[in-house]
């Protein structure tokens, strides 16, 4: 069989359309922000180191927030400053106990950390601190000022090898008993295996 040629005229071409979008016009830029509200003045913080200060003049201030401040004290003074800040201020428990291991100054550090349930500052955590030699860690016990420092002085003994003199049971919480190595959370610790 024969092909059939058709004389027919074949299908018109379309015109190509473009594959690249049209440019977008240029963005508006962003209406500007408003100033950031300014921080709020610690004004609860200012007027606890004012009392503090004024009976202690010794007494340092590391930091304070709104909710915040941080005192730092000696080991001869930590008990007295306790008692003061409990009976005069109203911090009234404890919330923890911890250890710091400021290894390149050579010094151990212990802070409370102290909450309160007077009306008006039960948001309020003041921590009370105080550093020794690392090569003698020995402090006060505390547990007389807030018997609720007790097991969370005792942790912190185990961990960072803190004295906590008067303190009447150190033993250990968490370590075995026969535990013969550097507290494990003193930052010259090495992990077995490690």
């Known amino acids: 069989m024969t092909a059939r040629m058709s004389n027919a005229a074949p299908p018109p071409v379309k015109p190509a359309v473009p594959t690249t979008p049209p440019p977008r016009p240029a963005a508006a830029s962003p209406p500007p922000q ?3 509200p300014p921080k709020p003045e610690p004004v609860r913080a200012k007027e606890f180191v004012s009392r503090i200060t004024a009976k202690y003049p010794d007494v340092k201030v590391e930091w304070m ?3 915040r401040l941080k005192v730092s004290t000696t080991p001869l003074r930590v008990k007295e400053v306790g008692l003061f800040v409990r009976d005069t201020l109203g911090f009234d428990h404890i919330s923890t106990v911890s250890g710091v291991d400021w290894i390149a100054k050579n010094e151990l550090e212990v802070v409370y950390f102290i909450g309160s349930t007077t009306p008006g500052q ?4 003041l921590a009370v601190s105080e550093r020794v030699a690392r090569d003698n860690p ?11 420092a007790d097991y969370m002085e005792r942790e912190t003994h185990e961990m960072f090898g803190i004295n906590f003199q008067g303190h009447p049971n150190q033993a250990h919480l968490y370590l075995p008993e026969d535990w013969n190595d550097l507290p494990p959370l003193r930052k010259d610790y090495v992990s077995p295996g490690r």
Not at 138 to 148: A, D, H, Q, S, Y
């Open 65 to 67: 927030k709104d909710r």
């Open 138 to 148: 020995v402090v006060p016990t505390l547990i007389e000022v807030w018997k609720g």
């Open 122 to 125: 039960e948001d309020f955590v």
């Open 34 to 36: 408003p100033p950031a």
